[in-house]
T-cell receptor, first 117, second 118 residues
Framework: AQKVTQAQTEISVVEKEDVTLDCVYE???????LFWYKQPPSGELVFLIR??????QNEISGRYSWNFQKSTSSFNFTITASQVVDSAVYFC??????????????FGGGTRVLVKP | NAGVTQTPKFQVLKTGQSMTLQCAQD?????MYWYRQDPGMGLRLIYY???????DKGEVPNGYNVSRLNKREFSLRLESAAPSQTSVYFC?????????????????FGQGTRLTVV
């Protein structure tokens, strides 16, 4: 069975501070996908990034960066120079890659980030 | 593009009532999903349809049924609502391809339906 753990339930920072969200996963699959989604106060789920298990290259997108370490089964997310608009709940998720499974997602419990001005 | 559209956005039911949540996507995706979100528990998969004509149970299917009406539409039915089904429900779709080199495997979500059962 797959499992995703986000140990931090809530993180509070002051604007311009960096914040790192931890994500640890468990899977028996050799090929899988990892995702991060953002859920702002308005409630919708916004896709941020997808990472394939066979590609361990880290990625940076503006103020967002992701550190994928297969050896420790972790896929951490860092927001650099946080802004109030980053306040949201962030979810890490995992899916297997098998075609017939339809890429269904296993979510972590989410980390609420509160950025104070 | 509208993406994934769910109706209704809000609903209050009495215990024992039935209702159907509707979901439609216009991205020509093969796979569709229903999740529920409860405080502190993330999203949990209720049912999914890997492709048109197929449906399968997810992690929490009890008390629900689904219908993949066609490639675009995937509905979720509560036959006899219970207070434990009070939740926010999300429909999602994805292209559904896997394997190395696959593209566009992220899921796109609807706006959610906030359901309260009293």
């Amino acid at each position: 069975a797959q499992k995703v753990t986000q140990a931090q339930t809530e993180i509070s920072v002051v604007e311009k501070e960096d914040v790192t969200l931890d994500c640890v996963y468990e899977t028996r699959d050799t090929t899988y996908y990892l995702f991060w989604y953002k859920q702002p106060p308005s409630g919708e789920l916004v896709f941020l990034i997808r990472r394939n298990s066979f590609d361990e290259q880290n990625e940076i997108s503006g103020r967002y960066s992701w550190n994928f370490q297969k050896s420790t089964s972790s896929f951490n997310f860092t927001i650099t120079a946080s802004q109030v608009v980053d306040s949201a709940v962030y979810f890490c998720a995992l899916s297997e890659a098998f075609l017939a499974a339809g890429n269904k997602l296993t979510f972590g419990g989410g980390t609420r980030v509160l950025v104070k001005p | 593009n509208a993406g994934v559209t769910q109706t209704p956005k809000f609903q209050v039911l009495k215990t024992g009532q039935s209702m159907t949540l509707q979901c439609a996507q216009d991205m020509n995706h093969n796979s569709m999903y229903w999740y529920r979100q409860d405080p502190g528990m993330g999203l949990r998969l209720i049912y999914y349809s890997a492709s048109e004509g197929t449906t399968d149970k997810g992690e929490v299917p009890n008390g629900y049924n689904v219908s993949r009406l066609n490639k675009r539409e995937f509905s979720l039915r509560l036959e006899s609502a219970a207070p434990s089904q009070t939740s926010v429900y999300f429909c999602a779709s994805s292209e559904g391809r896997g394997g190395t080199g696959a593209r566009n495997t992220e899921a796109f979500f609807g706006q959610g339906t906030r359901l309260t059962v009293v």
